[in-house]
């Protein structure tokens, strides 16, 4: 490891802050250092003491004589400052700042937290925290940290690495994976990350050949780009990135504004962005140990066909149930595979998925038996993935079927995972011989579907990114007349859309009336006012529909006029559209926003009352190209009407797909000056597609 | 216990099928009886056996000189027959049936099936099984059955009872609650449920006193109507009825179908069973243990308003994020109630919810100010419940916490809930502590908010119980008309409707043109071929909508009875319907099925393309009450249109409610003749409803 490699890995450690109280953050550090056998120097200060656990204790940072690579700061909030001072004397590298009582506590915090920044960054000393839990190196017995990260039970040493934003929650990751048997690497707890955030340590953990696998636990990132680059590099690495996310209700994220002054952002770009990182999402603790389990194996399933076998009809049935969830299909078995098990599966079992062995079939008597009816299942081309249900068979059953499993997982690609329900202390000799041989262990049939599905995703989302080319995602051409926070009219806004691509309606401005024959266009027609100054045109009578009649139309257009000029008597007023209305096809809304976390998103969603009642939309940040367009669209609820749902001709896909892209390249190229682009409705045809209306909002200058 | 009483507490029990062969199932019940110190006669039966394990060995049942209360038979399914047949001779009251090769099994065991039941029922023999694991009765050490259920670990004696028609997946759910500290009373598993039934069995726990809580696993019953009626007497009793339904996917009942020829039953009719019966749906193990954890303190909430407070922020913004997603609240806390909270929370923590105790509160120091800070906030009028996050807090701190919050659950009828993470083992003393006070300990954040909102959820139910009235629930009037397997026409269904009080448009019927004035109706109106044996009028051509002017009606009159006769020459035709067209409102689909295993159940959804795409519908078994009608309506994704969204005017929710609840008691009352209805569309209006058309179609003679 390159990045922060003196943090993770300190030849000396100061701790400010020890004192006879075993509450003290600091005296918590030196013991739990001391205790663990940490290898490197430790310096207690506190100018009260001469010794603490039988180390010299020092006054200040400033007597310590050798270099120090790490300083842990335990002491009150109002004493932190002058220990930083000391540090930036000292030339010290990195502190910890365990103290609470900064940008979390009110004014005065703000303000401390501000000078501390300062002093860090003019002295050139990265932090973590302050109001952090602090840091563990499992390898080399590093605690620089206190609480429930110095206490038992000691993690075991492991290939995973968890940043957390909460140290309180976040560990609770960890001591749920260390229950069940995963051992870790490092673990870092961020606090206020006034310095030193999630995203950089992930990068960094990413170098460390020791880290196999990064689980972290975020309130908000106020980079989602950055938290988007680094998941991609995750995902090129091969080192999954679980990640779970707190604060995505609106109660959620109030209570994360109070606790913690955390901006966490939307919800739905996070999700995006997840899917665009292949960030494995977790959403419970379990989810984190069963996930970790799967990915150890580091095999991942072809395709969504999984053949599941075992003891218990029950488990099958519900692994179904959550596979089909989950995306999982229970597969067809050929000819040849159901011949092959007829030979060792006994009659009153079943050779079709899911595969009844039949009760008691997991024995040592029956081992050659269940390895070639679990070979057999495996060669099946359908079989991407295998899930062996144990349920609840017990210890002698389990080794058996676990030295069966084991020699065949080293033969094969193929994920293969193990639902058992036994207690873990009757089947230990079982789960250590699965252990060694990376087949994971799930606690319930459910579980082991989601891993599975888990597993799929991960390899999807690696395909999606080989395919992502940003050098291919350049804008056609460079936008003329976005006027940094405007708005720009309709007729401006179309010419955009028109010249990356999207069609729009025909249309034709004029001044007034007399200038335009009906029979010219094909009615009926809409009429609407052209002014930048009035955004919201129907607001203000700007907007007539339906136009069938020469007459009409005159008049409509003399009204909207006189509507606008006496609703907005400042507003310069361009003329009157008057564009040819479409008819039939499907209503679709898209659009942009260039949002300050995560920088321009695009979104496309059912239009009309769909659009605002039922919420049918999806999103991905800019830009992408057509392949992930289409997987927006097929996130919407509305999809069996694009493919010609109740009988009526199937719509044009494939343009909707290239519109997005296309508007997501534009979006990303011009981020600097683009604030939002609304195109509503925009009509999916049989044929195309055609935009009816649309709006850009330029950034405002400050923006910019 | 008054029903099946000696099957779940034999004075004696006689078990076919031993054998020195541990693998047999008989062998397996015997030695379990044995090591747990069954208090009964035990008589093993094998005719070449002189004894077994110390015991007589008999050579059939017939030689067994004592009377037997229950017969445990594990003999292959050839063999099953003649024990039955010795049993019935022997007067033998109940009978396990371990074996499997019945139904599950193929056209043989099919009818090995219904001989079994036809020898049982003539000798008044009640059977469990056949294909089942057994029964165990915890307190008195009954182990009829075989495989995990004998084995260890032995269930603590708790009040808890398990039903489960799998056994293997069953029976993982007691071991995920017996990790948990939960105790039981009977594990039934049934089988293939030739004649004892899962419904049965939990109506006979409802009589045992010593069972609280009931936790079941089924894969369908073909008796929809009797598990309603259970789930009601459970609530009434205040007994919770924990259910985990498999196979509610396609996948998931085809797996269940291929396994035990199980009828799983539409999904969304169970789901509004469970709601109407207040029984507790479970979806994963752990919500198992989290459920009977949570209901075991007997304490519910009487609103959603929740207080939590910890040492860990992460924690809260987790809980909050679960709770807003079941429904909970984070209450607003009253002035006095933060003013309490300032003399004994930090001032660098928080002392609005949620509330922030600050690292290390936990503490034996701090018990005093603890107990202040919760009774405190436990008075709040706000917090109906209230959440505690001890999260990863040690040894000594979760002690002294589980002191204070035992001694202040004893004087509260909130419920109190606790979030722990360590590990079990380092705060055992707590969870004792914890556990004799009934204050649920749960396992993540998520967990505790999903546990109080199931809490809520069976309150709210109770009150909905208290509320069903059936003798309320009788249909105004006898339907004239039904008469078997056919489907009524427009005219006489929508005339049905009306007559118990459903508004439907303004017809006419004519038999061809020139009877009729436009002027007469409101235009425009609609035109459709009146014939009950043409179904699909559409595909007919006999429709014809928005017809404005006199000649066009003519027309249209003349076309439809054309195009009719031209579709189906053999067809009765009655007429031509003309119709008032509905404007504006928003259109609705409701109806009526009468399900093999649920009976009638009535539907309501959004109409048009969201019925068809977007399947946004709600249903409950009939008969209903407006108020629950009203439940149905909130569960549409399209509720805020009926509000009135997007500024338009509210519709008329009470006329909707009324007209659903309305033709559930009418689908009860005629439900020996009626199939089905469907009202498409019903027109919510501002004031009032209209349907614009129905079909009602009456049940075949052999359905009746």
Redesign the interface.
Known sequence: MHQFQYLFEPRSIAVVGVSDDM?RPGSQAVRALLANGYGGRIFPVNPKYQGFEGLRCYASIADIEEAIDLVVIGVP?AGVLPVLEACAQKKVGYAVILS??FR??GPE?IERERRMLEIARAANIRLLGPNCLGLVNVHSNVYAGF??IT???KLAQGSVSLV?????????IA??C??AGIGFRHVVATGNESDIDTVQLIDALLQDPGTQCIVA?I?GTSDGRALLQVGRRALAAGKPLLL?K???????A???E???ASMTGRYDFYRALFKQAGIVEI????EAVDYLLAFSAGKYPLGNGVA?M????????????A???SGL??CELTPATQEALAQVVP??G?I?N?I?L???YF?RSNQEKLERAVRATLADPNAHSVCI?L????QAGSLAAAEVLSRIARDTQKPLVVFS???VS?IADALRVFGEARVPVL?????AARALAALLAYRQARERLARHDETSMQAPAAAAGLRPGTSLSETESKALLASIGIPVTRDVIVKGPGEIALSSMKAPVVVKVVSADIPHKTEAGGVRLGIATHEALELAIVQVLDNARTYAPQARIDGVLVSEMVRGGFELIAGMVNDDVFGPVVMVGAGG?HA???K?TACRLAPFDEITAREMLDEL??R??LDG??GSAPLDVAAIAKALAALSRFAWAHRAQLQEVDVNPLFALPDGIVAADALVVTRKPTQA
Chains 1, 2 share one sequence.
């Not at 957390?164 to 609770?172: A, D, E, H, K, M």
């Not at 349920?391 to 017990?394: L, M, R, V």
């Open positions: 509450a909030a609470g009582g979390e506590s915090g609480g429930s206490r038992e039970p957390t934003q909460s140290g309180g929650f976040g560990y609770s001591l749920a260390a229950e636990y309130e779970w707190g604060g995505v209700t609106e109660q959620g109030r209570a994360a109070s606790h913690t959403q419970e603790l379990h599941v075992g003891v218990s009809g029950g488990s099958a049935i519900v692994f179904a149930d596979g089909e969830r299909a229970l009659h009153i079943a079709h899911p009844d039949t009760a008691g024995s249900n349920a609840t068979t017990g329900s036994a207690p009757q606690r319930s049939p459910s579980r009352i605002e009642i039922l049918d609820h509305c069996p009407i749902a109740r």
